[in-house]
């Protein structure tokens, strides 16, 4: 027996050729000489089999990864490395040499391939929705019986942005799509109903008010046999803001906090610090704003009262002394409220501290 191509003899044949000859003959690897790859243009997003997906990959990794994944290594090959390298680039078009380097047999064998991989710069399913001002859900921002104040909108807008920040790293969909000033309030138009109802929580906690939800039918998704709803929340800030004055059963009393769980009210009267529920809400009063409290100075004062001048009238007015007001002194500026006919002097805050 002697091998078919080059007549060797006494050598174990494999398919008729001698054991270098049939080496030498060996492709090592098949690699098709042309592939497509698809990336978003505008996220890190690659389109594999039927879907996208985010990767950390650098394009070139990428693209040594549709390679390595299209080629068949040969049965008889062991061992097969292959060694990228970029030969041309034209736009989208990318000009490989590869270098597959294995044994057959033993023998070690190289071979080389052009390959030509083309890039596709498209959008992935949520950057077109992105893209397109896609929004699951939209949030209301209003105020109960007034205008929003330019302070809300900002420490809103504030919260939002920041929450944002931190909930797209990772929810692809948690962007704000669009922003409307309208007359009444603000609307905030969200990616994802979840990132939503997370910021309207986080808005309520921290600035207080009444929140409703209710889904509104968008229309059908026949591709799906679904029906399309979005989310509208809304978040009524309440009638009154922090500095506002309140009357709440027999208390009047100065708004001194207020968060998603209660109001704060200082009683005007006792100087001591209520907690009301929201679901009182609907039994407050608000009787007079922060821009209401006027300066009047302390005239004269007794263990039982305390004499100043009617900050409009400058009529002289005796109220009663209480607790928390004994550090006035005659000649000091004090803050005071007129509500419903009645004045209230408004402690200076070192007594409030103090007194709690
Ligand atoms: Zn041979
Ligand atoms: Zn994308």
Redesign the pocket.
Known sequence: MF??????ED?KLFEG??????AANNKLISIPPELEVEVCAHCSSLHMGDRWQETKQSEEDLVAETIAKASVTDVNADDVVLEIDLINQRGSLLELLVKANGTVLGVPIEREFKVNVKINRNACPECSKYASGYYEAVLQLRADERLLSNEEIQTVDGIIKNLLEKLSRTNRMAYLSQRLMLKEGVDYYFGSYKAARKISNALKEQMGGMMGESPRLMGRDKSAGKDLYRIWISLRLPMFQKGDFLAHENHIGQVIDLNGRKIVSMDLGTLENISISWRQYDNLEKVASREDVKTTTVTSKSPTEIQLLHPETYQPLDLPMILGLTDLNIGEEVEVIEIKGKLYIIPPKKDIIKDN
């Open positions: 091998c078919i191509e080059c007549g060797k050598e050729l001698c054991h270098s000859c049939f």
